[in-house]
T-cell receptor, first 111, second 114 residues
Framework: TQLLEQSPQFLSIQEGENLTVYCNSSSVFSSLQWYRQEPGEGPVLLVTVVTGGEVKKLKRLTFQFGDARKDSSLHITAAQPGDTGLYLCAGAPRNTGKLIFGQGTTLQVKP | DSGVTQTPKHLITATGQRVTLRCSPRSGDLSVYWYQQSLDQGLQFLIQ???????AKGNILERFSAQQFPDLHSELNLSSLELGDSALYFC?????????????FGQGTRLTVV
């Protein structure tokens, strides 16, 4: 059972388009994180959302944490080829030390 | 550079063999996490250590084991290797035990079992 479900799993779009990636769970998380991974590298943290309903912006990326703290979304405006990569959400289920990841969304932005 | 060092970067071995993957966490980080990533897959959590003690376990096979040493480096031992164990193995370190701090990842060890 995947505790964190990401959708879509694959996304191929043209430069300039907008997109949204979703991360859903039936469990409550004290916080959720989004990481980006490039081929041959380890994931790198983009953002951590902590408060239910929180919205954080990182240039053209907007992250939202659901009010019930069970889901999060990543919205990219005017995608660029440099946004290509694997986007992963991650969180620690309450009262555990685990840091678990969703299965990831592979994004390809074509020029 | 994340500050997390994993060795070796690549490993090719035969079925049935045993290998050891090594991870040196960022200076000051007490938690080490191990993950397995197969082709086009997300990161599967294997195990977490905090300051030398096992803290949390994921879907780690009985053929796999890990430990964290007093100097905080960690080793992941994989034995009786099977073709399906071929994957990227990542370790990550964090300052504390849980919480919402950033996890810093090494560059991974690519294991190929032939």
């Amino acid at each position: 059972t995947q505790l964190l479900e990401q959708s879509p799993q694959f996304l191929s779009i043209q430069e300039g388009e907008n997109l949204t990636v979703y991360c859903n769970s039936s469990s409550v998380f004290s916080s959720l994180q989004w990481y980006r991974q490039e081929p041959g590298e380890g994931p790198v943290l983009l953002v951590t959302v902590v408060t239910g309903g929180e919205v954080k912006k990182l240039k053209r990326l907007t992250f939202q944490f659901g009010d019930a703290r069970k889901d999060s979304s990543l919205h990219i405006t005017a995608a660029q080829p440099g946004d290509t990569g694997l986007y992963l959400c991650a969180g620690a289920p309450r009262n555990t030390g685990k840091l678990i990841f969703g299965q990831g969304t592979t994004l390809q932005v074509k020029p | 550079d994340s500050g997390v060092t994993q060795t070796p970067k690549h490993l090719i071995t035969a079925t049935g063999q045993r290998v050891t993957l090594r991870c040196s966490p960022r200076s000051g980080d007490l938690s080490v996490y191990w993950y397995q990533q197969s082709l086009d897959q997300g990161l599967q959590f294997l195990i977490q250590y905090y300051n030398g003690e096992e803290r949390a376990k994921g879907n780690i096979l009985e053929r796999f084991s890990a430990q964290q040493f007093p100097d905080l480096h960690s080793e992941l031992n994989l034995s009786s290797l099977e073709l399906g164990d071929s994957a990227l193995y990542f370790c990550a370190s964090r300052t504390g035990d849980g919480g919402n701090t950033e996890a810093f990842f090494g560059q991974g060890t690519r294991l190929t079992v032939v």
